[in-house]
């Protein structure tokens, strides 16, 4: 199977990770098809959106509305709030799926596809790529 | 590969477009296999939910509460607000899939394919259509 | 294609019932692909999170919140409140993937396929795994 897996440094802050050149670097030489993205990690999300333009950042405060940094969760580990990071996925699936055209990813103008990782005690992520057959 | 791209006109407020009998007429000669659904856009997502009977305006007021339109957002441009289209795709993703058997969709009876689209200022979209062989 | 549909009794209380035993099962024999989850049903979600460390219960909760049981929903049939089960999908898509290597499914440590059913008036619920060739 056309798979790969990239390994990405997150660090110890809540990141959008921009993830778009190595799909595009991924997909390059590849049939058409359906690129498949997948975070084996039960914090983390997989977003398509636009990045540079602040609205990486709104998603990150907004977040922080709708799953409160605070005591309210009953998975208690690590950094306070941190049962918040393990109910992200729900909402922002581990998953993402793009057509690849002619070695190309056939993202609009202004997508670009992210890993959203609010868990500040895992610095670092695997993301995996496949290409599936059209 | 087996694809192709509607142009939907989905008008200045925002709105759930039922996609599903475009969607249906694609695959209905088509083999066995996985529709995927795709929107090349930054601010617009697909939902898969009954239409026609409430739910399409439940989720679009409580999209108002979830993601409001108002000058919080750091991505200013265009209509007051609309910071939150941008964010819109992070909760509701811009693709979606679905099983293709004898040449229909394996939807439920109350399921609908719906383009979720907040943005007022860009009243066209394209939507791609790829049928992954199974 | 390589389909099948599992039949799951959720009950009626709002649940997060684990499926990944089943996925496990179903792909155990085959070759390397993507599994792709469907739930055919308006009123229920798939999520791959972590069971049994409280974070099952933390989304349900939270989705009290974000999707509250009350009256202001235009969708009203059985149950009161019953109109923020169908905005659920909205949220928490019917659809799910997840590579696969070597007849195992490749997910993290913590994670877990889980079908999110908040429905309390619809007791049996089904679920088709499909797996594409990769």
């Given at each position: 199977m056309n798979t790969t897996v990239l390994n990405i440094r997150t660090g110890d802050r809540p990141v959008v990770h921009d993830l778009t050149r190595a799909c595009a670097e991924f997909v390059q030489d590849k049939s058409d098809g359906l690129l498949h993205v997948f975070v084996p990690h039960a914090t983390a999300g997989l977003a398509i959106l636009e990045t540079g333009a602040g609205s990486d950042d709104d998603l990150l405060r907004r977040l922080d509305d709708l799953?409160?940094?605070?005591?309210?969760?009953?998975?208690?580990?690590?950094?306070?709030?941190?049962?918040?990071d393990h109910v992200l996925p729900a909402l922002i699936p581990p998953y993402a799926s793009v057509p690849v055209l002619g070695g190309r990813l056939?993202?609009?103008?202004?997508q670009s596809i992210c890993l959203v990782d609010l868990?500040?005690?895992?610095p670092e992520r695997e993301v995996r790529l496949t290409l599936l057959p059209g």
């Amino acid at each position: 199977m056309n798979t790969t897996v990239l390994n990405i440094r997150t660090g110890d802050r809540p990141v959008v990770h921009d993830l778009t050149r190595a799909c595009a670097e991924f997909v390059q030489d590849k049939s058409d098809g359906l690129l498949h993205v997948f975070v084996p990690h039960a914090t983390a999300g997989l977003a398509i959106l636009e990045t540079g333009a602040g609205s990486d950042d709104d998603l990150l405060r907004r977040l922080d509305d709708l799953l409160p940094t605070d005591e309210r969760w009953r998975h208690r580990h690590g950094t306070p709030g941190h049962g918040r990071d393990h109910v992200l996925p729900a909402l922002i699936p581990p998953y993402a799926s793009v057509p690849v055209l002619g070695g190309r990813l056939a993202l609009g103008t202004w997508q670009s596809i992210c890993l959203v990782d609010l868990n500040v005690d895992n610095p670092e992520r695997e993301v995996r790529l496949t290409l599936l057959p059209g």
